[in-house]
């Protein structure tokens, strides 16, 4: 029998082996199964915040997806964190998207090199959508990735 959080992490691949399909899945249930696959494979405590309306930009929603999709990475590879907060709040004219971990934390000057392919994606995508982009993280102070987007027109 297939536990909740396996059964989150097939449906996370399925998604990769099909992304047509991501447009079509809201996010509050993309960002459930992210949580879930990652309870699977590490004992994190995840408290998902979730408010939408369902009228974000598709374009939006999905870079807003691929960002979780690799900070959560990111926490599963490196943070070492037993807390894990992730917020999702959208509307049709702006989102916002939070994911705060108590882990390791790092020295952000220390990962802005070439290396770091994982951070810089996320500027990439945040960059493309036109949405604020902001990372705090401090050694042995865990680290918080917050994605700000507003569509144009409306005060950032």
Aim: a positive charge.
């Amino acid at each position: 029998m297939l536990t909740r959080g396996a059964l989150a992490e097939m449906r996370t691949l399925l998604l990769e082996l099909r992304p047509d399909k991501l447009p079509h899945i809201n996010m509050p249930t993309q960002l459930q199964q992210l949580t879930d696959a990652l309870k699977a494979r590490k004992h994190i405590n995840i408290r998902l915040e979730t408010r939408d309306t369902q009228l974000t930009p598709i374009e939006v929603r999905i870079a807003l997806y691929r960002i979780a999709q690799e900070a959560l990475n990111n926490v599963a590879k490196h943070a070492e964190a037993t807390e894990l907060l992730v917020q999702w709040e959208a509307s049709a004219t702006q989102a916002r998207l939070v994911v705060q971990d108590n882990g390791n934390g790092f020295r952000i000057d220390e990962q802005a090199g070439a290396n770091n392919f994982g951070l810089q994606s996320m500027k990439e995508r945040a960059q493309q959508i036109q949405a604020d982009f902001h990372v705090r993280s401090a050694h042995g102070r865990g680290t918080t990735i917050r994605v700000k987007w507003k569509a144009l027109g409306q005060e950032r």
